[in-house]
């Protein structure tokens, strides 16, 4: 007797992988195919050697990562705002608060006044 149940969903694997390239969630790419978590891992140990959903997103999702990085910094061409964005996060700057700029003003104006005196 044959096995009977629900059709089987078909999840087209260029079509996940640029789910994956756009960093969908699990939940999100599950949603677009209309299947469970479970389902899909099954799908991914099958398609992808054994490897599970997390396993494969985190190979397949750095396209994405890697085209929004090249946008940032496009975008941090003509963005103040996003060249300070990056500065913060990748080269560790910080802005100082006012009141410290005020300090080394009256630092400065006082070795000023001091290196002028012998």
């Given at each position: 007797m044959a096995k009977t149940g629900r059709p089987r969903k078909e999840i087209k694997k260029d079509t996940f992988e640029k789910l994956c390239g756009m960093m969908c969630t699990e939940e999100e790419v599950c949603g677009f195919f209309g299947v469970t978590?479970?389902?899909?891992t099954?799908?991914?140990r099958e398609n992808y050697d054994g490897l599970?959903?997390?396993e494969v997103y985190k190979v397949v999702s750095m396209d994405g990562k890697i085209s929004l990085r090249r946008?940032?910094?496009k975008l941090a061409e003509k963005s103040a705002a996003m060249a300070i964005f990056l500065g913060?996060?990748?080269l560790g700057q910080k802005e100082m608060p006012e009141d410290l700029e005020d300090?080394?003003?009256k630092l400065?104006?006082?070795a000023a006044k001091i290196g002028g005196v012998e």
């Amino acid at each position: 007797m044959a096995k009977t149940g629900r059709p089987r969903k078909e999840i087209k694997k260029d079509t996940f992988e640029k789910l994956c390239g756009m960093m969908c969630t699990e939940e999100e790419v599950c949603g677009f195919f209309g299947v469970t978590d479970k389902t899909l891992t099954k799908w991914c140990r099958e398609n992808y050697d054994g490897l599970t959903f997390s396993e494969v997103y985190k190979v397949v999702s750095m396209d994405g990562k890697i085209s929004l990085r090249r946008a940032q910094f496009k975008l941090a061409e003509k963005s103040a705002a996003m060249a300070i964005f990056l500065g913060k996060n990748y080269l560790g700057q910080k802005e100082m608060p006012e009141d410290l700029e005020d300090i080394y003003e009256k630092l400065d104006e006082l070795a000023a006044k001091i290196g002028g005196v012998e």
